[in-house]
């Protein structure tokens, strides 16, 4: 697992319940963080395999006797192929390399890779201990083996895995964040509180989260990115509050303030 932000500990916690699984950061500090993240992501669920976690600062380490590596680091395209660079230089020959991207091209990220046969866009989702969804999409490289792997893996996760095209946002995204945006836009025209509007979708449409809400958990900036890579206009509000520093439940202010 290379990364040590939401995605990454989210899907480590969910990997430890079935056996070991080696955890990258850039830092020790960030490392420390990963590893109390997903022990408290273990234990508020109810599950074993805290003991099956292994973090580290070394990519090699990462890629020893590892037969899938997910990326998921900032949804950056040049930070994700310098690391996907960094790893080719340890990465077992027979392994596969996966990114959680949400939005960018997995055919441009795996000829990033040097390994378009075995590469695979795994987009989970946000908290990935409780979401089922993942999103597969597969280069045009990509191996029947690959594949298998590919939705195996998402099995022995107790994910359901979908395939689905390599399009800008692919299927979830490219169809929630303009309906998230225009959310945004009538709160803004109408004054409504963000908790107004939330209310009306959760209770009138049985959204289990209303939209301000849900673009809070995600991260203001990470919708911001979304909405530029899938040619969504960005509300102006959601601009101001991540020029602000105010990315949601991540900084403790978006639409809403968090303790």
Known sequence: MAGSGAIACGIAAVAARGGPVVLWARSEASAQKATDRVGKLIERCGWGGAENLETTTDVARLCERTTFVVEAIVEER???????????ESLSSTAVLATTTSSLSVEDLA?????????????VFNPVTK????ELVFPAAASQSTRERAFALCEALGKTAVEVPDLPGFVVNRLLFPFLFEAVRLSVETGLEPAAVDSCLQLGAGHPMGPLALLDLVGLDVAQSIGNTIGAAVPARIDALVAEGALGRKSGRGFYTYP
């Open 78 to 88: 040049a930070a994700k192929a310098a690391l996907m660079a960094d790893l080719r």
């Open 131 to 134: 979401m089922d969804l993942v």
């Open 111 to 123: 000829s990033e890779s040097g390994q378009a046969e075995r590469f695979v866009g795994l987009h």
